[in-house]
């Protein structure tokens, strides 16, 4: 009989310890934070330039896991080339089955011209001249202040079916090139059917590479005045949710500096973070973010974060 009282008394004990222990566990996975991450890549139209293929390549063979937001400038399959086909295929050998493929536009003169919308030369956010009459300008020209409502929906519209005809899908990400996003742009946008924008930016973010008085600065200061790196995704109408560039683009800052706006946004307990670069750039800036994801990666795991990398 005291056998008998013993056994069940220890089976108790061992029930108890058990249950605790995974009262513990829930506890611990209940308290556990998460953190959302987008790399977002920002195809700027210019070039196709085999070293940065390969570095983005290079760099999706280190971080299998983690999903790209490619966001692709139509103007590639605009100007003249002998294989339009190769062309998409180069492109997509950048890109992983987790990827999300959205719209990237820059007022390349070439783009608006096979899009039927008069190119307009003014508001360079890089301060110089955007008019030629041999090859192709425009780049810099800021899409919020040079064009007009309607202009900017049938370019986004026309941007967006270039990119179908080439197979690859109906967008409803975006970017504004050079981040030159505003009302009209945004009425452009739900016009044609885009759900999540990503062209917010604190223009203190890009004081690496510009100067305070350029109109780079001047023009995103009044376009988002209020922005900060800490800003969170928010909604922007009742079609759009904006996912601001809170991490900007690895070309404005190095591996040190993400890292330290990934442990800004840590501390302040926010959850999400978007960084990014450009194709045209990648081999020499690429490396910024591959040096900077494992130590992000150590402080989430010492604050007991959790990372999720998305791409939508």
Known sequence: ???????????????????????????????????????????????????????????????????????????????????????????????????????????WKSLTKHCGVAYQSDYSFADISETCKVGDCGYTVSLENAYSQADLTQLIGCSNDILMQHGFGHSVHFRAGGWQMGPKL????????????????????????????????????KLHPTATPLDQPYQLTDQIMEYPNNAALADYTTSKQLVALFQQLVDAEKTVMVLGFHQETAADFIDHLAEAIPQMEAIAKAHQIKIEWHAR
């Not at 934070?33 to 390969?54: A, F, I, P």
């Not at 739900?190 to 780079?216: C, K, P, Y």
């Open 1 to 107: 009989m005291r056998l008998l009282k013993l056994s069940v008394y220890l089976c108790l004990v061992l029930l108890l310890t058990s249950c605790e222990s995974v009262a513990d566990s829930v506890a611990e996975v209940q308290a556990q934070k998460t953190m959302r991450l987008y790399v977002t890549v920002d195809w700027e139209g210019r070039s196709l330039d085999e070293e940065n293929l390969e570095a983005m390549q290079q760099f999706r063979q280190r971080f299998p896991n983690i999903p790209m937001l490619q966001l692709l400038n139509p103007t590639y399959f605009v100007r003249p080339h002998p294989d339009y086909a190769r062309l998409a295929s180069d492109i997509k050998s950048t890109f992983l089955s987790i990827d999300t493929v959205g719209l990237h536009v820059h007022a």
């Open 186 to 221: 945004i009425a452009a946008l739900e016009a044609n059917g885009f759900i999540w924008d990503s062209s917010v930016i604190d223009a203190e973010l890009l004081l690496t590479r510009w100067h305070q008085d350029s109109s780079m600065i001047k023009m995103l200061r």
